[in-house]
T-cell receptor
Framework: DSGVTQTPKHLITATGQRVTLRCSPRSGDLSVYWYQQSLDQGLQFLIQYYNGEERAKGNILERFSAQQFPDLHSELNLSSLELGDSALYFC???????????????FGPGTRLTVL | SQQGEEDPQALSIQEGENATMNCSYKTSINNLQWYRQNSGRGLVHLILIRSNEREKHSGRLRVTLDTSKKSSSLLITASRAADTASYFCATVSYNNNDMRFGAGTRLTVKP
């Protein structure tokens, strides 16, 4: 158990819909990262937040957005969903400072999103 | 898009043998990290090597980095059945604001 929690574990929805994935980092970790893993695209870094501020951005679509709240939990919002958005979405956390940290990242178990 | 490419894509060995996986990348990096993923589960960080380092060890793991060739290798010695997993390399960009994963190597260790 990494100490990172993600909800829900599974999510099934339809095209065009909007969903919110939630992540609680390990106690004391200030950085949260979001990743997408699909058969087509492999593992992709989406975005990093550090202490409430966006610090690094990867291949995140404009239809996707994220935020980190004062209690450090984070949410990833996916809108206008398409079939190709079906994937495993992982959250990770680290103590880390600005940028993608040198510190070890601890991954949550993931949310499996299925878009029908 | 992915930056790193691992080879081989799949590797099957007997318990006790060594396993070597390679990773190549294209752009300048700040550091390179190796992760393990058991089927459908979250990634587990194995080791991080900075761009000014050439070799690191952690238990049965040995990682090398050759920035002139833009390549890294992960060696697992005396493999165990429990090492069966997918292994990914990930590069962090030189300006520390992007991270790219390779496609991974699927390692099977037969008991």
């Amino acid at each position: 158990d990494s100490g990172v929690t993600q909800t829900p574990k599974h999510l099934i929805t339809a095209t065009g819909q909007r969903v919110t994935l939630r992540c609680s980092p390990r106690s004391g970790d200030l950085s949260v990262y979001w990743y997408q893993q699909s058969l087509d695209q492999g593992l992709q870094f989406l975005i990093q937040y550090y202490n409430g501020e966006e610090r690094a951005k990867g291949n995140i679509l404009e239809r996707f957005s994220a935020q980190q709240f004062p209690d450090l939990h984070s949410e990833l919002n996916l809108s206008s969903l398409e079939l190709g958005d079906s994937a495993l979405y992982f959250c990770a956390s680290s103590v880390g400072t600005s940028g993608i940290s040198y510190n070890e990242q601890f991954f949550g178990p993931g949310t499996r999103l299925t878009v029908l | 898009s992915q930056q790193g490419e691992e080879d081989p894509q799949a590797l099957s060995i007997q318990e006790g043998e060594n396993a070597t996986m390679n990773c190549s990348y294209k752009t300048s990096i700040n550091n390179l990290q190796w992760y393990r993923q058991n089927s459908g589960r979250g990634l587990v960080h194995l080791i991080l090597i900075r761009s000014n380092e050439r070799e690191k060890h952690s238990g049965r793991l040995r990682v090398t980095l050759d920035t002139s060739k833009k390549s890294s290798s992960l060696l697992i010695t005396a493999s165990r059945a429990a090492d069966t997993a997918s292994y990914f390399c990930a590069t962090v960009s030189y300006n520390n604001n992007d991270m790219r994963f390779g496609a991974g190597t699927r390692l099977t260790v037969k008991p």
